[in-house]
């Protein structure tokens, strides 16, 4: 069976990588290793490997330093999340944000004080949008 083309979201382990070197910084293949929070612990070609696959899809830049490659974010966390929001939002819900909220109330996924910091940040967000016009 012919496999579908996966989006261009990032796997559990290509995430886990982004995350060290949002936190870090430039780094090594050897202090990306080193920071990562995996078990067992991943060989450091397979850390290698990640990191070339992430260049590949331009996720990280590399320059060389000395004899080892510094490798360092090409794209941000919010573009990450943005990305990954719009991709869960177009593929289960239709395209519909308010359908993935929805969701999130009926599973109740949202506590009341999270529901109360979220009615704030709309009233801000209205603020913000009648301030435009």
């Not at 320059?63 to 593929?91: H, T, W």
Request: proline residues 4%; charged residues 30%; glycine residues 6%.
């Amino acid at each position: 069976m012919a496999r579908k083309k996966k989006s261009g979201q990032l796997t559990p382990l290509e995430l886990e990588i982004m995350k060290v070197l949002w936190e870090t910084g430039p780094a090594t293949v050897q202090g990306v290793q080193g920071r990562l929070r995996t078990e067992p612990r991943l060989a450091y070609t397979t850390v290698q490997t990640m990191l070339n696959v992430l260049h590949r899809k331009r996720r990280v830049r590399r320059a060389l330093k000395d004899r080892a490659y510094l490798y360092r974010p090409a794209v941000s966390r919010d573009q990450v999340v943005s990305s990954a929001m719009k991709d869960i939002i177009d593929r289960l819900f239709g395209g519909s944000a308010e359908s993935l909220v929805m969701s999130l109330l009926q599973t109740q996924h949202l506590t009341p004080a999270r529901l109360e910091e979220l009615r704030r940040h709309l009233e801000r967000a209205e603020v913000e949008v009648d301030g435009k016009d």
